[in-house]
């Protein structure tokens, strides 16, 4: 059944908030003060979800997408609007989300991407032997020869699909600075792989199936801000570099004394600040493998321990400075409590959810100051937004 409404906002995610009979409704590509006529797609207690049907008075911010996958591959929320006014959107966003969870008024400064091709790493469904993504409500799949966020080099392996030659399952595709490739793939059918096309096509680092390497090898070598790091194909990365080498500009500043660099990856962010003595955490094996040997790499002593990042407690040591860059779901109690206690001069907090990160600030600003906050617009043209905040202790 169809309905007629007008959006009056949108929700954390970009989504149209309008209502129905007095339900809230969630629409998304759709834009503040906009009449659409909408097709319920979910009831659910408390709200519905919708889809657009057509767009009865377009805002004046609307723009044709230039995507012919979007609104069908769930993968961008922001194509019906130009750059400019997605950051304004995002910009507002995370202040509101700063009032709502964290009771903060925040100015942030927001720093800008190229719009498209930055994505170093992508992952797609294979099915009857075509590549795509599931769409992100119904869960169909659409078959893509293309993804406009992807690198290049990512979306010329995808034109060559054929040469992997395997029905269904599910592939990986990470592309470095030099555009070499990394490629994980699952599945449980036979498959048949043209491995010396590919390496004549495309610079072919290695390839892992269900988990063996049968290719190459399973890591590459990043480089940014000067830096290079090794990365396995299980260790977690940032997707975009040019945003990367931003976030290395802002934390670089000063000499941040003895670090913590918790949820350190393979190392990225510690050993990117000035400091005289570093100790990184992070739960992945492969991950802190890698960081130890980026310390070498870098002519940096620093001290890497697999684990839980609540381990921080156990470092026997002044700490001046936490760096902390977790997961979507953010800091958990005993980490938060334990760098409370630590209390040191300065946290930088990194977060890709600003409601969790909004959340985190809500306990930490008891005893620190905002001295400044970037949005750092990460992943152009889809819902997902970074943050990074400094703080600094407010005085006793
Ligand atoms: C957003 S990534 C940041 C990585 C790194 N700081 C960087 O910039 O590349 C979050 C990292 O936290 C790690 N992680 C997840 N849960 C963890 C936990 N409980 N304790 C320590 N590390 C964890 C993940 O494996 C991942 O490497």
Redesign the pocket.
Same mark, same amino acid.
């Given at each position: 059944m169809k309905k007629n409404i007008i959006i009056k906002t949108l929700d954390h995610e970009g989504k149209g908030i309008g209502n129905i009979d007095g339900k809230i409704i969630f629409v998304p590509n759709t834009l503040p003060n906009e009449e659409v006529s909408v097709e319920i797609t979910k009831e659910k207690t408390n709200y519905l979800e919708g889809e657009v049907s057509e767009i009865l008075k377009p805002s004046s911010l609307r723009v044709k997408s230039v995507c012919p996958y979007y609104n069908k591959c769930g993968g961008c929320s922001y194509m019906h609007v130009n750059l400019n006014d997605e950051e304004s959107i995002k910009t507002n966003i995370v202040k509101n989300i700063f009032k709502k969870y964290a009771n903060l008024e925040i100015n942030p400064t927001f720093i800008s991407s190229k719009e498209y091709n930055y994505r170093n790493k992508i992952e797609l469904k294979i099915e009857n032997n075509n590549w795509g993504y599931y769409n992100a409500s119904s869960h169909d799949f659409i078959k893509i020869d293309n993804c406009l966020i992807a690198k290049d080099s990512i979306n010329k392996l995808i034109k060559n699909k054929d040469l992997f030659n395997i029905k269904n399952g599910e592939i990986i595709i990470r592309s470095n600075y030099n555009d070499e490739l990394l490629i994980k793939i699952n599945t449980e059918d036979n498959y048949n792989i043209d491995i010396d096309r590919l390496k004549n096509n495309h610079k072919i680092i290695g390839i892992i199936v269900n988990n063996k390497l049968i290719y190459g090898e399973d890591y590459f070598y990043e480089r940014v801000g000067g830096y290079i790091f090794k990365v396995n194909i299980n @260790?977690?990365?940032?997707v975009n570099l040019d945003i990367l080498n931003e976030v290395f500009n802002i934390i670089k500043k000063g000499n941040l004394g003895n670090v913590v #660099?918790?949820?350190?990856?393979?190392g990225?962010?510690g050993i990117a600040v000035n400091k005289d003595k570093l100790y990184g955490?992070?739960?992945?094996p492969e991950?802190i493998k890698d960081a130890i040997k980026n310390a070498k790499i870098n002519n940096q002593n620093n001290i890497y321990m697999l684990? #839980? @990042?609540s381990n921080i407690k156990e470092i026997n040591d002044e700490i001046n400075t936490i760096i902390i #860059?977790?997961?979507r779901s953010g800091l958990?109690k005993q980490t938060l409590d334990n760098i409370l206690k630590i209390n040191p001069e300065i946290i930088i907090y990194?977060s890709?959810n600003p409601i969790t990160l909004a959340r985190d600030m809500f306990e930490i600003k008891q005893k620190y100051d905002i001295h400044n906050c970037y949005i750092l617009n990460m992943f152009p043209r889809t819902k997902h937004i970074e943050t990074v905040c400094l703080l600094n202790r407010k005085n006793p």
């Open positions: @260790s977690f990365f940032q #660099d918790l949820y350190c990856g393979v990225t962010l955490i992070e739960i992945i991950a684990g #839980d @990042s #860059d977790p997961p958990n990194m890709c």
